[in-house]
């Protein structure tokens, strides 16, 4: 059997090395755009040198008949034919499966090596590869190598509590996610799924459209308002999305509305305009609901791999983020971008994207995750 190194035996220096290489590999990528989203790569690549004209806001646009509260359709009703395992069926078919084969073959030449090389090329990233794989090779587990591979790859999710949802932090307010990053990732696609998740559980939900920048944002808003039955609160193009928020947290306080959901720009002129934007929503969020906290989600596309893990560095030391939700996981067979941004950020993941319908977002239970992986 194998599991001996190819390299040198213990490399101590050698992973201060590596991590310290892919440290500047993302610094480098981390303002490129996310690759499979030709229009929007473009707009990040680009600045735009000169502001847009800011009309006067328009008032806020929601229907009285969404207003009223008309009935969500029950959670059951959604589509909710997805699964994890169907979900990961790339992942496992790509990566997972060329571990698990070299894992438990006979090969005399196999090495710990090859596990490393595989595991990079499941997005693992270079530095956490070789972790992971000193630690399973110093383990010595009785189930074999596989098994200690699983062990620890499991060991880098961070714990959390099971059952998560959004709580409103201050009493007589909305619980608030923020939902922000890289145009393109699906963060409205993320969010109208949410919405229809929660308000099919019976949670009264009303949406934010605080991505003034792009008007096709705002309509794409609206059309997944539409769909999950929920409000909308939304101004004109290039309004203030301060004043977005506010108005949406103030028609929420007034009707009791239990939760409210903000789509926020994933793009403008410059990062620091964007992350100073994101910082003035937060203001205005405290503004209004004094020492609420909301939760900020930041939303990542499994396919664009290690590069959107340095997007996701730069937003959390920018607005720090409380929790991820992996979109477009059925695209990739490369799924192991999960570890990595768990362990980097000590975030949690709350859901994974397993395509594009309304109940194509799962819960991320990092168990059920582990087990589908290694099925
Ligand atoms: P935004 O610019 O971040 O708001 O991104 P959108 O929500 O408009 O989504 C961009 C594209 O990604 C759309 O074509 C979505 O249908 C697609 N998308 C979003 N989430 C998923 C997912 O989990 N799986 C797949 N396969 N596609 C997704």
Redesign the pocket.
């Known amino acids: 059997m194998f599991w001996r190194r190819k390299r040198d035996e213990e490399t101590p220096d050698n992973a201060q090395n590596v991590g310290a290489e892919q440290e500047t590999d993302t610094d480098v990528e981390s303002d490129r755009p996310a690759p499979d989203?030709a229009s929007?790569a473009a707009d990040v690549a680009a600045p735009v040198a000169a502001e847009p004209p800011q009309p006067e806001p328009a008032p806020a646009v929601w229907s009285a008949d969404q207003l009223a509260g008309a009935r969500a359709t029950p959670v059951d009703e959604l589509e909710r034919s997805a699964d994890l395992s169907a979900g990961l069926a790339r992942t496992r078919g790509g990566f997972m499966t060329r571990l698990r084969d070299y894992l438990g073959s006979d090969d005399e030449a196999a090495s710990w090596d090859d596990v490393e090389e595989i595991l990079i090329g499941g997005d693992v990233g270079a530095s956490l590869a070789m972790e992971v794989v000193e630690r399973a090779r110093r383990r010595r587990e009785p189930g074999g190598a596989e098994a200690a591979v699983r062990a620890e790859l499991a060991a880098l999710l961070v714990a959390r509590e099971p059952d998560w949802s959004p709580r409103a932090s201050v009493s007589g307010g909305p619980a608030v996610i923020l939902v922000v990053?890289?145009?393109?990732?699906?963060?409205?696609?993320?969010i109208g799924k949410m919405a229809a998740r929660y308000a099919g559980e019976g949670t009264s939900v009303l949406l934010a459209a605080a991505?003034t920048f792009r008007a096709a944002?705002i309509d794409?808003l609206q059309i997944w308002a539409e769909r999950a039955n929920v409000p909308v609160v939304a101004h004109a193009p290039h309004a203030d999305p301060g004043a977005v928020v506010y108005d949406a947290l103030d028609a929420a306080v007034a009707r009791g509305t239990e939760l409210v959901i903000a789509?926020t720009a994933?793009r403008l002129h410059t990062k620091s305009n964007l992350m100073d934007e994101l910082s003035k929503i937060r203001r205005i969020i405290d503004k209004r609901l004094p020492g609420a906290v909301p939760e900020t989600l930041f939303?990542l596309d499994a396919t664009t791999g290690q590069n959107g893990l340095a997007q996701a560095k730069a937003f959390h030391q920018s607005v720090g983020l409380t929790g991820i939700v992996l979109?477009?996981?059925?695209?990739t067979s490369k799924g192991g971008i999960v570890f990595a941004i768990e362990h980097d950020l000590g975030v949690p993941v709350r859901f994974?994207?397993?395509?594009?319908k309304v109940g194509?977002?799962l819960p991320f239970d990092p168990e059920a995750f582990v087990a589908a992986l290694f099925a």
């Open positions: 989203s929007d990053g890289v145009n393109g990732t699906g963060k409205t696609t993320t991505d944002a794409q789509d994933g939303v979109t477009k996981l059925d695209s994974v994207g397993v395509g594009e194509d977002l």
